[in-house]
């Protein structure tokens, strides 16, 4: 019986993660059976503005990960990044309708820049869906509650970096 070589099944998840919220975690728990290695990319674009560097939200999902996730950081395209590390799965989360656009844009921009990338959806759970890092971030700077929005480590960072930006 011959024996075929397997191939790991490897997969990245990027985003800015500014920060991390629960939404972003119940993504990463959800894919991890699914893949041998996943590889969270938190991007840092040179045209926006965070509000916590890449080194802060890089250990913030090593945090909240448990470091079982292996966590960079680029600026650079995804495809590149995947292609430079063999990975050939991308993953990426939709929250809601109007993200659709938006991710089928740059899914097909991706497999338009490597065909042999692939990008895999997927979707919210209902409880998740309304989250994003912004508007937990505006919840934070009117010291709303965010318990269910985010992890208490990464709310605890959150409200102290916005008190120091206040003052």
């Known amino acids: ?38 590889v969270i990319l938190v991007a840092n674009s040179l045209s926006k503005d965070y509000l916590f560097s890449v080194e802060e939200r890089v250990a913030m999902i090593q945090e909240c990960t448990g470091g079982r996730i292996k966590v960079e950081s680029t600026e650079g395209l995804l495809v590149d990044y ?14 809601a309708v109007s993200d659709f656009e938006y991710e089928y844009a740059m899914a097909n921009m991706n497999r338009t820049l490597d065909s042999a990338i ?3 959806i997927v979707f919210t759970r209902p409880e998740y869906s309304f989250i994003a890092s912004r508007m937990v971030k505006e919840v934070a700077s009117h010291n709303g509650c965010l318990e269910g929005l985010v992890p208490e480590s990464v709310g605890l960072k959150l409200k102290e970096k916005l008190k120091k930006g206040m003052s």
Not at 13 to 33: K, M, N, Q
Not at 82 to 95: D, E, F
């Open 1 to 38: 019986m011959k024996k075929t070589q397997t191939t790991s099944r490897r997969a990245l998840y990027s985003g800015s993660f500014d920060p991390i919220t629960c939404g972003h975690l119940d993504i990463i728990e959800r894919i991890e059976s699914q893949f041998d290695e996943i």
């Open 118 to 120: 692939e990008t895999m």
């Open 82 to 95: 995947a292609r430079k590390n063999q990975i050939s799965t991308i993953v990426r989360g939709l929250r």
